[in-house]
């Protein structure tokens, strides 16, 4: 597993209580395994990241959304917060590297299955919430489903390139280890553009430019599924 140091750097948030960060990050079948006590995983913590997610990004919808009606929210809110979507955030911060699991999830691709990633993630954003407030974990949840909320406020969410191409990929049942990788930047810091290519199971699928590295990574996981070879 990687340096939790790493992780720390990535969120923008360091715990004063290093205890709950494992928590977060103890997925039930380790602690299974090892004969822990349940308070050990993270399903409590799920439990809180899930409700105060929901919230977050309902308030920030209302928010940017401003004429829009119930229902529209309520989709929107959906869409942003599914299962799929938070896999998909957390593959983006490589949450998977740093999860405790117990043998079997291990050795059957656990650390990339979208309904452990998407439940760690949300016990992450639990512990925060219990180690640094509610304003702490509302600042992270924003900054970390930025794009996807945008995705949603533009009504495109669901033309989420990068998770249809996860979804693809998993029909086959197969399990598939894949990233985004930057291979070129250009223009001033304020202007850059970026090259980003999707590599599964160490072969380049796509490759996509975008000014930012979220439009990037759009674009090089639209290529790999034009090119229909998945």
Same mark, same amino acid.
């Given at each position: 597993?990687?340096?939790?140091?790493q992780?720390?750097?990535?969120?923008?948030?360091?715990?004063?209580?290093?205890?709950?960060?494992?928590?977060?990050?103890?997925? !039930?079948?380790?602690? !299974?395994?090892?004969?822990?006590?349940?308070? !050990? /995983?993270?399903?409590?913590?799920?439990?809180?990241?899930?409700?105060? &997610?929901?919230a977050?990004? +309902?308030?920030?919808?209302?928010?940017?959304? $401003?004429?829009? @009606?119930?229902?529209v929210?309520?989709?929107?809110r959906?869409?942003?917060?599914?299962?799929?979507?938070?896999?998909?955030?957390?593959?983006?911060?490589?949450?998977?590297?740093?999860?405790?699991?117990?043998?079997?999830?291990?050795?059957?691709?656990?650390?990339?299955?979208?309904?452990?990633?998407?439940? !760690?993630?949300?016990?992450?954003?639990?512990?925060?919430?219990?180690?640094? +407030?509610?304003?702490?974990?509302? /600042?992270?949840?924003?900054?970390?489903?930025?794009d996807?909320?945008?995705?949603? &406020?533009?009504?495109?969410?669901?033309?989420?390139?990068?998770?249809?191409?996860?979804? $693809?990929?998993?029909?086959?049942?197969?399990?598939? $280890?894949?990233?985004?990788?930057?291979?070129?930047?250009?223009? @001033?810091?304020? /202007?850059?553009?970026?090259?980003?290519?999707?590599?599964?199971? /160490?072969?380049v699928?796509?490759t996509?430019?975008?000014?930012?590295?979220?439009?990037?990574?759009?674009?090089?996981?639209r290529?790999?599924?034009?090119?229909?070879?998945?």
């Open positions: 597993m990687k340096e939790v140091s992780l720390l750097n990535t969120i923008g948030y360091d715990f004063n209580d290093r205890d709950l960060l494992k928590n977060a990050l103890t997925h !039930s079948s380790y602690s !299974s395994e090892h004969r822990l006590d349940y308070s !050990s /995983n993270n399903e409590r913590l799920e439990f809180i990241g899930d409700a105060y &997610v929901d977050a990004i +309902g308030a920030e919808l209302f928010r940017i959304m $401003k004429d829009a @009606p119930e229902g929210l309520s989709k929107n959906a869409d942003v917060v599914r299962e799929e979507s938070l896999a998909d955030v957390a593959r983006g911060i490589d949450l998977g590297d740093y999860i405790y699991l117990g043998r079997g999830e291990e050795a059957t691709g656990g650390r990339q299955k979208d309904s452990i990633l998407a439940d !760690s993630f949300e016990a992450l954003i639990g512990a925060i919430i219990i180690d640094g +407030g509610y304003e702490v974990g509302k /600042n992270v949840i924003l900054r970390l489903l930025h996807k909320i945008e995705l949603a &406020v533009e009504g495109k969410l669901r033309q989420d390139y990068k998770t249809m191409l996860q979804e $693809k990929l998993q029909e086959d049942g197969q399990n598939y $280890k894949m990233k985004y990788s930057i291979v070129a930047e250009s223009g @001033p810091d304020h /202007n850059k553009t970026f090259t980003i290519e999707v590599i599964v199971n /160490n072969e699928l796509g996509g430019t975008g000014k930012s590295k979220a439009k990037a990574e759009q674009a090089a996981a290529d790999a599924l034009s090119k229909g070879v998945i």
